[in-house]
């Protein structure tokens, strides 16, 4: 049975009931839920100061093809992130 795009599982490949406070960081749900947090913890909006403005980000792709060495072997980082269903990553110094 072919489900309709708009629907729900059509469009995300789950049911919205399947995402609970227990699976929501568990791919594959935390690509909806991460988006969709306050559907499923109580949150609040917190606006940041008049005035203040981010600082521009640096382009930081070629971190991806940065070798790692894991217990299996050597790889990049950009295959790591990938086969643990990474969306994002944060880089601080």
Excluded at 42 to 54: K, V
Excluded at 63 to 90: N, P, Q, R, Y
């Amino acid at each position: 049975m072919t489900l309709p795009e708009d629907s729900f599982r059509g469009r995300y490949g789950f049911a919205r009931e399947d995402v609970t406070l227990a699976t929501w960081r568990t791919a594959p749900y935390m690509r909806w839920s991460f988006v969709n947090v306050a559907e499923l913890v109580p949150s609040a909006a917190i606006e940041a100061a008049p005035g203040q403005t981010e600082p521009p980000l640096a382009d930081a792709g070629w971190l991806l093809g940065e070798k790692i060495e894991l217990s299996g072997g050597v790889t990049t980082a950009g295959t790591f992130l990938d086969s643990c269903d990474t969306d994002a990553f944060i880089v601080m110094k």
